[in-house]
T-cell receptor
Framework: EAQVTQNPRYLITVTGKKLTVTCSQN?????MSWYRQDPGLGLRQIYY???????DKGDVPEGYKVSRKEKRNFPLILESPSPNQTSLYFC?????????FGPGTRLLVL | RKEVEQDPGPFNVPEGATVAFNCTYS??????FFWYRQDCRKEPKLLMS???SGNEDGRFTAQLNRASQYISLLIRDSKLSDSATYLC?????????????FGGGTRVLVKP
């Protein structure tokens, strides 16, 4: 089944404790991206990657890092999480302009 | 001003009725347009692309008005299962490739 998977789906952590949210797709898509969704602000792009080893900032990259060592994986790293990074996070891969989203990761930073 | 704006709703719709709502965009160079559907606490999924000539997919009709910079979505014969948030998405060409900008979503509640 073609899909995008994210782990963990839910995470509660404390300020400053590094965490990684994994994202994997099995559709051989070159383009992948990370979004956060907050009430009233819609989906905002954090980082995107056009191919292996090619990543770039989206609209809200501060406080986040990404890597793309393999085509299928695009992890999101929060080196020192802060409460303002509490949000719902979606990973997506795309072909042409159709985005396929993962199921989302709900993150609470205390 | 936001790049892509939507009325957040909710639009309360009797089952079987027709509902329509718009999305305005500010970048006149925008190239492509889409409607995504998002169920509560779930991931967005592509509902339909919006073509210049307008297009229909079953009970759903999408229109594009480039002169006034808005797109619309019309749902006929609303079903309870149409209750969701509808996200407008606009694609613009940037140096690094196409960039998708999402609206905040319009919530639709279909009631018996």
């Amino acid at each position: 089944e073609a899909q995008v998977t994210q782990n963990p789906r839910y995470l509660i952590t404390v300020t400053g404790k590094k965490l990684t949210v994994t994202c994997s797709q099995n559709m051989n898509h070159e383009y992948m991206s990370w979004y956060r969704q907050d009430p009233g602000l819609g989906l905002r792009q954090i980082y995107y990657s056009m191919n292996v080893e090619v990543t770039d900032k989206g609209d809200v990259p501060e406080g986040y890092k990404v890597s793309r060592k393999e085509k299928r994986n695009f992890p999101l790293i929060l080196e020192s999480p802060s409460p303002n990074q509490t949000s719902l996070y979606f990973c997506a891969s795309s072909v042409e302009e159709t985005q396929y989203f993962g199921p989302g990761t709900r993150l609470l930073v205390l | 001003r936001k790049e892509v704006e939507q009325d957040p709703g909710p639009f309360n719709v009797p089952e079987g009725a027709t509902v329509a709502f718009n999305c305005t965009y500010s970048n006149s160079a925008s190239q492509s347009f889409f409607w995504y559907r998002q169920d509560c606490r779930k991931e967005p999924k592509l509902l339909m692309s919006v073509y210049s000539s307008g297009n229909e997919d079953g009970r759903f009709t999408a229109q594009l008005n480039r002169a006034s910079q808005y797109i619309s979505l019309l749902i006929r014969d609303s079903k309870l299962s149409d209750s969701a948030t509808y996200l407008c998405v606009v694609s613009s060409i940037k140096a690094a490739g196409n960039k998708l900008t999402f609206g905040g979503g319009t919530r639709v509640l279909v009631k018996p």
